[in-house]
C-alpha cells in the first residue's frame, strides 16, 4: 500500500493485496453496503468514523471513478476477478491507494482517511504597485515578524517587518512562492504577476506540522528543479491559468506538449512519490502544476493555456532533481500541488 505524507489506513472484507498501513480503521462505525457482482463497492470515512461525501475514487486500468455520496458510499463497476490498486483522495485529508481483489461475488473496500492539519486560507490580491507584496500573520490574525519569503525561480527572497510587511520585485511570471518561519508550518503558494500590475498576498501560518523536515526536502526539491531548468522544455502553471484554460489537467498537460497525451497520465502529489491520474484531480483542487517535458525540445511550446503565459523551461544535463515515477509513452513528468 502507497501513502500520501503520514499514512492512510484502509480495510477491506476482501483480500488486501501488499498492505503496510501506518494506522488501521479501528471497529466501528457504518456498516459495508452489499457487494456487487462485477464491482467494488464501499465506503469512506474519516478516523472518527464519520462518513465523507465526495471523495474522490478510482482505477487507473480499466479506467474507472466515481464519488461518494451523502453516505460515504461508492461503486466501481464492471470489472472483472482480479487485483485492481484504488486511489482516493479529498482535500483536508491524506490520500491513499490500495490494492483490492474482486472475486466471483464482487470487492469490498473500506477506507479511513486522516484529517490533514488546516491552516487559515491564503488570500491573493491585485495590487497597483508591481512586484510581489503582503502580510505574514499566524492563526490569531498577529502580525509575525522575521517570516522568510522566497520566490523560487526568481533568486528573491525577503523578510517580514516589525508589522509583518514585505515587498519583492518580482518581473511577470507565475511563481511558487515559499513562506516560513521557525516553529511554524511552511506555507506554499502559487502566485501570477502580471505585466500590468502587481500582487498582494495575506498567509496566516500555522502551528509546525510533525513532518516538517520531509516537508521542506519536497519544496527543496522544487526550488531546485526550478533553479536547473531552462525555458523551453517545463511550465509552471498557476491555478489561475488552468482555471481560465477551459480544459482538464490533461488537456492543459496536452498543451505543453504540443500533443495529444496519454488518457492516463499520472502526476505526483505534492512533490512526493505518491501519483494519481490526471483524470481523477479536479482542476480546482490545484495550487500549482508543474510540467517537464522528456526527449528532444524541438517542438516545445512558448505558452501553456489560454489567458496566461509562461514559459516552458527544462532540467539541464547533471541537475540535482528528482522525477515522478517513469509512466513512459506520451506522458510528460508532472507535479501537481493540491491546495490545502
Same mark, same amino acid.
Given at each position: 500500500?502507497?501513502?500520501?505524507?503520514?499514512?492512510?489506513?484502509?480495510?477491506?472484507?476482501?483480500?488486501?493485496?501488499?498492505?503496510?498501513?501506518?494506522?488501521?480503521?479501528?471497529?466501528?462505525?457504518?456498516?459495508?453496503?452489499?457487494?456487487?457482482?462485477?464491482?467494488?463497492?464501499?465506503?469512506?470515512?474519516?478516523?472518527?468514523?464519520?462518513?465523507?461525501?465526495?471523495?474522490?475514487?478510482?482505477?487507473?486500468?480499466?479506467?474507472?471513478?466515481?464519488?461518494?455520496?451523502?453516505?460515504?458510499?461508492?461503486?466501481?463497476?464492471?470489472?472483472?476477478?482480479?487485483?485492481?490498486?484504488?486511489?482516493?483522495?479529498?482535500?483536508?485529508?491524506?490520500?491513499?491507494?490500495?490494492?483490492?481483489?474482486?472475486?466471483?461475488?464482487?470487492?469490498?473496500?473500506?477506507?479511513?482517511?486522516?484529517?490533514?492539519?488546516?491552516?487559515?486560507?491564503?488570500?491573493?490580491?491585485?495590487?497597483?504597485?508591481?512586484?510581489?507584496?503582503?502580510?505574514?500573520?499566524?492563526?490569531?490574525?498577529?502580525?509575525?515578524?522575521?517570516?522568510?519569503?522566497?520566490?523560487?525561480?526568481?533568486?528573491?527572497?525577503?523578510?517580514?517587518?516589525?508589522?509583518?510587511?514585505?515587498?519583492?520585485?518580482?518581473?511577470?511570471?507565475?511563481?511558487?512562492?515559499?513562506?516560513?518561519?521557525?516553529?511554524?508550518?511552511?506555507?506554499?503558494?502559487?502566485?501570477?504577476?502580471?505585466?500590468?500590475?502587481? +500582487?498582494?498576498?495575506?498567509?496566516?501560518? #500555522?502551528? &509546525?506540522?510533525?513532518? =516538517?523536515? /520531509?516537508?521542506?526536502?519536497?519544496?527543496? @526539491?522544487?526550488?531546485?528543479?526550478?533553479?536547473?531548468?531552462?525555458?523551453?522544455?517545463?511550465?509552471?502553471?498557476?491555478?489561475?491559468?488552468?482555471? +481560465?484554460?477551459?480544459?482538464?489537467?490533461? #488537456?492543459? &498537460?496536452?498543451?505543453? =506538449?504540443? /500533443?495529444?497525451?496519454?488518457?492516463?497520465? @499520472?502526476?505526483?502529489?505534492?512533490?512526493?512519490?505518491?501519483?494519481?491520474?490526471?483524470?481523477?484531480?479536479?482542476?480546482?483542487?490545484?495550487?500549482?502544476?508543474?510540467?517537464?517535458?522528456?526527449?528532444?525540445?524541438?517542438?516545445?511550446?512558448?505558452?501553456?493555456?489560454?489567458?496566461?503565459?509562461?514559459?516552458?523551461?527544462?532540467?539541464?544535463?547533471?541537475?540535482?532533481?528528482?522525477?515522478?515515477?517513469?509512466?513512459?509513452?506520451?506522458?510528460?513528468?508532472?507535479?501537481?500541488?493540491?491546495?490545502?
Amino acid at each position: 500500500m502507497t501513502t500520501h505524507r503520514a499514512g492512510v489506513l484502509a480495510i477491506t472484507i476482501a483480500t488486501i493485496v501488499a498492505s503496510d498501513a501506518i494506522a488501521q480503521c479501528t471497529p466501528g462505525g457504518p456498516a459495508n453496503p452489499t457487494a456487487l457482482k462485477r464491482a467494488i463497492v464501499g465506503i469512506v470515512m474519516d478516523t472518527a468514523h464519520q462518513v465523507l461525501e465526495n471523495v474522490t475514487v478510482g482505477i487507473k486500468s480499466p479506467r474507472r471513478q466515481a464519488k461518494t455520496n451523502a453516505q460515504g458510499r461508492f461503486t466501481l463497476s464492471d470489472l472483472d476477478t482480479g487485483t485492481y490498486e484504488i486511489s482516493v483522495y479529498r482535500i483536508g485529508y491524506e490520500t491513499a491507494k490500495q490494492s483490492y481483489v474482486v472475486t466471483d461475488s464482487g470487492g469490498l473496500a473500506r477506507f479511513c482517511l486522516i484529517p490533514e492539519p488546516r491552516a487559515l486560507p491564503s488570500m491573493v490580491t491585485s495590487a497597483m504597485r508591481p512586484g510581489l507584496s503582503g502580510v505574514i500573520g499566524d492563526s490569531n490574525y498577529k502580525a509575525l515578524e522575521g517570516v522568510e519569503v522566497r520566490v523560487l525561480g526568481a533568486g528573491l527572497h525577503a523578510l517580514t517587518d516589525t508589522a509583518g510587511q514585505f515587498y519583492l520585485p518580482v518581473k511577470k511570471g507565475t511563481y511558487p512562492v515559499q513562506v516560513s518561519k521557525a516553529g511554524y508550518a511552511r506555507e506554499l503558494l502559487s502566485v501570477t504577476i502580471p505585466d500590468d500590475s502587481g +500582487r498582494q498576498i495575506a498567509v496566516w501560518l #500555522g502551528s &509546525a506540522v510533525a513532518n =516538517a523536515n /520531509a516537508v521542506a526536502a519536497r519544496l527543496e @526539491e522544487m526550488h531546485q528543479r526550478v533553479l536547473w531548468s531552462r525555458p523551453n522544455r517545463s511550465a509552471l502553471i498557476s491555478a489561475e491559468q488552468i482555471a +481560465r484554460s477551459g480544459s482538464d489537467l490533461n #488537456g492543459v &498537460a496536452g498543451v505543453m =506538449a504540443r /500533443a495529444a497525451i496519454k488518457s492516463d497520465c @499520472e502526476a505526483a502529489i505534492d512533490g512526493t512519490s505518491f501519483t494519481l491520474p490526471l483524470y481523477m484531480i479536479d482542476k480546482a483542487d490545484v495550487l500549482l502544476m508543474e510540467v517537464y517535458l522528456q526527449g528532444s525540445a524541438r517542438d516545445a511550446p512558448t505558452s501553456i493555456a489560454p489567458g496566461g503565459t509562461q514559459g516552458a523551461k527544462t532540467i539541464s544535463p547533471g541537475a540535482r532533481s528528482t522525477r515522478p515515477p517513469a509512466v513512459g509513452g506520451m506522458c510528460p513528468s508532472v507535479w501537481v500541488w493540491l491546495k490545502r
